[in-house]
């Protein structure tokens, strides 16, 4: 099992552009999860999917979307990128619905930087 | 507004000797507390958990102890090893409103052989 893979590592965006972060699980896993870190802070969710079809917004959603047409990708688009979403993204995935408490598996994460 | 805090930046301890790293919260309602390990370049991996009804889990060398009066769980780590230089991160959640871990932003912690 690979378990979660993110693509690409490392990125530099210009003001305006446009990009999607890619997110794949192997595992089989209900639940996923992007969350932001920025440098000093702790882990912020961004978004989170319960299922196939089924997405909903986390603590900071401002400027980004995502659809989740499969259980195993968890694609995360961001539009007129924006300074201020420099950060390192991480994307998770877990394994039981409903629980929070459930392990969450995290990605290598996606160094992102707009200048 | 910060509900999971975690004061110190970065930790130093000796190889051998115990490592103790502290976690502070505001919110009441947290229930369910975890703890995170992270080494550079990867993601966070799971550690080691607490729910609000105990007050201590073990599990080998780590321990995380709960101070509900406090708002205060720390992780202690013996004996400390090498491999354990890592970002620890403490999360917290109210596990009857939603799926949201709160995270508080880290400590580095750094074994000197």
């Known amino acids: 099992n690979a378990g979660v893979t993110q693509t690409p590592k490392f990125r530099i965006l210009k003001i305006g552009q446009s990009m999607t972060l890619q997110c794949a699980q192997d595992?089989?896993?209900?639940?996923m999860y992007w969350y932001r870190q920025d440098p000093g802070m702790g882990l912020k969710l961004i978004y989170y999917?319960?299922?196939?079809?089924?997405?909903d917004k986390g603590e900071v959603p401002n400027g980004y979307n995502v659809s989740r047409s499969t259980t195993e990708d968890f694609p995360l688009r961001l539009e007129l990128a924006a300074p201020s979403q420099t950060s390192v993204y991480f994307c998770a995935s877990s394994k039981r619905p409903g629980l929070v408490t459930d392990t969450q598996y995290f990605g290598p994460g996606t160094r992102l930087t707009v200048l | 507004d910060q509900q999971v805090k975690q004061n110190s930046p970065s930790l130093s301890v000796q190889e051998g000797r115990i490592s103790i790293l502290n976690c502070d919260y505001t919110?009441?309602?947290?229930?369910?507390f975890l703890w995170y390990k992270k080494y550079p370049a990867e993601g966070p991996t799971f550690l080691i958990s607490?729910?609000?009804i105990k007050d201590k889990n073990e599990d080998g060398r780590f321990t995380v102890f709960l101070n509900k009066s406090a708002k205060h769980l720390s992780l202690h780590i013996v004996p400390s090893q090498p491999g354990d230089s890592a970002v620890y991160f403490c999360?917290?959640?109210?596990?009857?409103?939603?799926?949201?871990?709160?995270w508080g932003a880290g400590t580095k912690l750094i074994i000197k052989p």
């Open positions: 595992m089989n896993h209900n639940y």
């Open positions: 919110n009441s309602m947290f229930d369910y």
């Open positions: 999360a917290a959640s109210d596990t009857d409103s939603n799926y949201q871990l709160i």
């Open positions: 607490i729910s609000s």
């Open positions: 999917s319960v299922g196939a079809g089924i997405t």
